[in-house]
C-alpha cells in the first residue's frame, strides 16, 4: 500500500471530565490556549506548588472574544483544549470552563498588549467541515484530517510571520501570547501544563508555495519523509530542487513558461508526480506541470501541520486542595497457625 499521511488523533474529548457550558458560549466566554499562569491582583493565593490563581472573576463583557479583534481562522490560528484534572474533588462539582473558569489570553507584539476570551473553532462536524476547513474539507473526505470531536478553541498564532488587521483599525504582529485563568473558588492550587503556549508553526497556510522557513520545519520533513518511502530519495531531491532553485521570483526557473513543463527532461519527474498522487490519494494527473508537485507538497504540508495542531491544543489544569488531610490506615497481618500434620506411614 502506499504510504498515508495520516495521523491517528485521539478523541481527547469523549472521555473528558472537564464540561463546556454553553452558557459560557452566549456570554462569550470561551476558552483559550496554554500557560504560563499569572495572577489577578485579588485575594490571597494559598500556598502550594506550582501557578496558583486567586478568587477573583470578572463580569461577561469584561473580555472580548479573541475573534472579534483578530478574525481568526484556521490559516491564522492555533488551537487550544482543556482538561480538569480535580483531584480527590478539590472542588465540588467539577468545575466548568467559561463560567468557574475563564481563560484569558493576552497576546502582544511588545509594545501592544490584548487580552480575549477564545472562542471556539467549531460547533459540530458540520461547521469544522465548512467554517473552519472550508475548501480544505477534501483533505476529509479522502481520510487525510480526521474530525477532532468538540472542545477547540482559537489563538492567534505567534510565528513572526502573521499580522492581524484589528478591529477598530491598526494592526500586531505577535510576539508572544500567554494564558491566565480566573476563577471563582478560592483556598485551591491550579498547576498548569504545559507551562507555556503551544504554537503549531504558521498555523494552517492557504494553499500556494511553501516558504523558506517552512521549508526548514518538522512538517516539511515529515513530507520529504513521505515522499522518500513512498517513491525515492531522488524523487525527494527533485521536489526540493522543485520548491527551491525551480521558482525564482514567481517564475520556475527549471520550466518552460509556455508548457510549464521541465527545460532538461528528468526522469524522476513522472514517478514524483505519481507519488504525490498517491500520497493525496487522488487520481493520476495527466500531463503533469511543473506546480503539481510543489503544490501537492503544500497540501501535505497542510496536513501535516493540521494534524499537530490537535495534540499540541491541550492544556492541563491540575486542582488540589493544599490544606486537605490524609488518612493513612495501617495494614495488619493476622497469622493463623496451621494445623499440625501427623506424618503418615504406609506399610
Request: hydrophobic residues 40%; glycine residues 8%; aromatic residues 8%.
Amino acid at each position: 500500500m502506499p504510504y498515508r499521511v495520516v495521523m491517528s488523533i485521539r478523541k481527547y474529548f469523549e472521555s473528558r471530565r472537564l464540561l463546556f457550558s454553553g452558557i459560557a458560549a452566549s456570554l462569550g466566554l470561551a476558552s483559550v490556549v496554554a500557560p504560563v499562569v499569572t495572577s489577578p491582583a485579588t485575594a490571597q493565593p494559598v500556598e502550594g506548588p506550582g501557578p496558583l490563581q486567586p478568587s477573583t472573576i470578572s463580569p461577561p463583557g469584561t473580555y472580548q472574544p479573541c475573534t472579534a479583534y483578530f478574525g481568526l481562522t484556521k490559516d491564522n490560528s492555533d488551537l487550544l483544549s482543556f482538561e480538569v484534572d480535580n483531584i480527590n474533588n478539590a472542588v465540588s462539582p467539577t468545575p466548568v470552563i467559561g463560567t468557574d473558569i475563564v481563560p484569558v489570553l493576552t497576546v502582544t507584539d511588545g509594545t501592544q498588549s490584548i487580552d480575549c476570551i477564545p472562542d471556539l473553532g467549531w460547533t459540530n462536524e458540520a461547521t469544522w467541515q465548512s467554517d473552519y476547513m472550508g475548501y480544505f474539507g477534501n483533505l476529509f473526505s479522502y481520510g487525510h484530517i480526521t474530525y477532532p470531536a468538540l472542545g477547540y478553541y482559537l489563538m492567534p498564532a505567534v510565528d513572526g510571520t502573521t499580522t492581524f488587521s484589528l478591529t477598530g483599525g491598526g494592526s500586531i504582529l505577535p510576539t508572544a501570547s500567554s494564558l491566565r485563568f480566573e476563577v471563582d473558588f478560592t483556598g485551591r492550587t491550579v498547576t498548569v501544563t504545559p507551562p507555556t503556549l503551544v504554537h503549531t508553526f504558521g498555523g494552517f497556510k492557504p494553499n500556494g508555495y511553501l516558504t523558506g522557513a517552512q521549508l526548514s520545519d518538522p512538517y516539511f520533513a515529515a513530507v520529504m519523509a513521505a515522499v522518500t518511502d513512498a517513491g525515492n530519495a531522488a524523487q525527494a531531491a527533485l521536489l526540493l530542487e522543485l520548491l527551491t532553485a525551480g521558482r525564482v521570483d514567481g517564475v520556475f526557473a527549471l520550466c518552460d513558461d509556455d508548457t510549464v513543463h521541465l527545460n532538461v527532461p528528468n526522469v524522476n519527474f513522472l514517478p514524483l508526480a505519481a507519488t504525490m498522487d498517491s500520497l493525496l490519494q487522488q487520481e493520476p494527473t495527466v500531463d503533469p506541470g511543473c506546480s503539481m508537485p510543489t503544490k501537492s507538497a503544500s497540501y501535505l504540508y497542510n496536513i501535516e501541520v493540521q494534524n499537530a495542531k490537535v495534540p499540541n491544543s491541550l492544556v492541563t489544569l491540575t486542582i488540589t486542595d493544599p490544606n486537605a488531610t490524609t488518612t493513612t490506615v495501617k495494614a495488619t497481618t493476622t497469622t493463623v497457625a496451621e494445623d499440625p500434620v501427623s506424618p503418615a506411614f504406609t506399610g
